[in-house]
């Protein structure tokens, strides 16, 4: 058994210690916005928190984040969208979609340790995330509106 602190609760689950942590959220623990994309920790569509750090989950096995706080999509917020959420919907930065769970992950991670980054800054921390529709303009709007310092909807 293993013990993992998942989006603030406790869940015990019989797997595989090398097992990855994207396929215990997902199928063991019903939490499907982390997504699957590439399997090598690659694009980032599989990003989550893991002790506020942005982590790829589908090459880190279950037994690394054990005792660890690991915050998923579902888990960014309590009551409704985070303002990052609400500058994505602003900025109309999703198009496919399927990238975006892994994308604010990451972008809400860089707004936790820097809440004002610059466009270099935020074009660091994003840059290992692929949008296959290339939205990065508009991503780095959002960011900049969550922030702060970009107008609502600028993008449009």
């Known amino acids: 058994m293993i013990s993992l602190n998942v989006n603030g609760r406790t869940h015990e689950v019989d797997v595989d210690p090398s097992t990855?942590?994207?396929?215990?959220?997902?199928?063991h623990l019903g939490l499907t916005g982390t997504k699957f994309g590439c399997g090598i920790a690659?694009?980032?569509a599989c990003t989550v928190?893991?002790?506020?750090v942005a982590r790829r989950t589908c090459r880190l096995a279950v037994r690394g984040v054990e005792g660890?706080?690991?915050t998923t999509i579902e888990g960014l917020s309590e009551d409704g969208l985070t303002p990052l959420q609400e500058a994505w919907l602003d900025q109309d930065v999703v198009q496919c979609g399927y990238c975006q769970s892994g994308q604010i992950?990451?972008?809400s991670a860089l707004l936790a340790?820097?809440?004002?980054?610059?466009d270099e800054e935020i074009d660091q921390a994003m840059r290992r995330n692929i949008c296959r529709c290339g939205?990065?303009?508009?991503?780095?709007?959002a960011i900049r509106q969550a922030s702060g310092s970009a107008p609502r909807g600028g993008a449009r």
């Open 135 to 141: 939205a990065y303009n508009r991503i780095r709007l």
């Open 42 to 44: 690659q694009c980032g």
């Open 68 to 70: 660890a706080e690991i």
């Open 113 to 118: 340790s820097n809440p004002e980054p610059s």
């Open 20 to 27: 990855p942590l994207l396929w215990v959220l997902r199928d």
């Open 105 to 107: 992950m990451a972008a």
């Open 49 to 52: 928190h893991v002790d506020g």
